[in-house]
Each structure stands twice: as structure tokens, then as C-alpha cells.
């Protein structure tokens, strides 16, 4: 069975998904951490174990402008809607959710690039992606006391 690559996203308080009309070939995810090398004088270097990165993950696709029988997804005889949905995705810096079916991805992310263009006079549209893990920031409020008026000056009383 043919994996489904699926985009949801929300706009204007509705939940959205975006199907890619094929499965691609192959994508790829990059997972790891950050390791730091330092050198210690009477020891040499060493590695440190950091925490982890964000996940990069590329995809490359073609976007039929026919019905073809291997067509999983939504078909749309305009195969630059889909382009026109990651630019703008890119653009707003929207975060949306990007799952395949019968694995484990399912990771909140961020369009960071798509190239695309047309290769054989078919009209379909050859695509590469490039998205982003996105992490939450969260902020930490930080309570600070009050100056008085001497303890803010740095003179000693006399």
C-alpha cells in the first residue's frame, strides 16, 4: 500500500489538509544532536554530548498535471497549486504538521525552501522540498526587586 504524504495546517480557525497527489520515491529525515569537540590540555580532545537538533527533512515529488493511475491523493489538473500553497506556507512562516501514513513522522514544521519546475512537456510539475522541525519557545518571567535610592549608587555611606 502506497504511503500518503499529508500537510495539515490551520487558517482562519479551520482545520486543513493538504495530500500530495503522489507518494515520492523516497524522503529522507535528519535526526540528531549537537556534539561539541574540546580540547583538554593534558588529555586531548573530547566530545561532549549536547541536545538535540531539529529535524531536517527533504522530499522530492512530482505534481501531475494528468490523472495518472498511480494518483493517491486529491487530484487538481493545476499542479502549481500545490507550489502556490508551500510558498505561501514559506512566506507566512506557518507552521503546519507534516505526517506520513504507516510511520512515525508526524512532526510540526516550517517550509524552509521548494524548487520546482518542468522537465519532460507532460506539464507535471517535478518539485523539491525542504522543511524545518519547528520547537516552541517558551518564555520564563523573571522577577526583579525593586532598586531603593542607595542601593542603586555605588557610593559607600559616609
Known amino acids: 500500500m502506497l504511503r500518503k504524504v499529508i500537510f495539515k495546517y490551520n487558517t482562519a480557525g479551520y ?3 493538504l495530500i500530495l ?3 515520492p ?4 529525515v535528519s ?3 549537537n556534539v561539541e569537540t574540546i580540547n583538554i590540555h593534558t588529555l586531548g580532545d573530547v566530545s ?3 541536545y538535540p537538533t531539529l529535524e ?3 522530499l522530492e515529488f512530482i505534481l501531475p498535471a494528468t490523472k495518472y493511475s ?3 491523493g486529491p487530484y487538481n489538473p493545476d499542479p502549481y497549486v500545490f507550489t502556490r500553497a508551500f ?3 514559506a512566506d507566512l512562516r506557518l507552521v503546519v504538521r507534516f505526517v506520513v501514513s504507516g510511520t512515525q513522522i508526524n512532526v510540526p514544521v516550517v517550509v524552509e525552501s521548494i524548487s520546482y519546475g518542468e522537465k519532460d512537456g507532460t506539464n507535471d510539475v517535478y518539485a523539491s522540498l525542504t522543511l524545518h522541525e519547528h520547537r516552541e519557545t517558551q518564555t520564563v518571567k523573571v522577577q526583579t526587586k525593586a532598586k531603593t535610592a542607595n542601593s542603586s549608587r555605588g557610593v559607600p555611606a559616609a
Open 31 to 33: 535526526h540528531g544532536i
Open 56 to 58: 531536517t527533512i527533504k
Open 70 to 72: 498511480f494518483v493517491v
Open 25 to 28: 520515491d523516497s524522503f529522507e
Open 15 to 17: 482545520d486543513n489538509e
Open 21 to 23: 497527489p503522489v507518494t
Open 48 to 50: 561532549v554530548a549536547g
Open 87 to 89: 510558498e505561501r506556507w
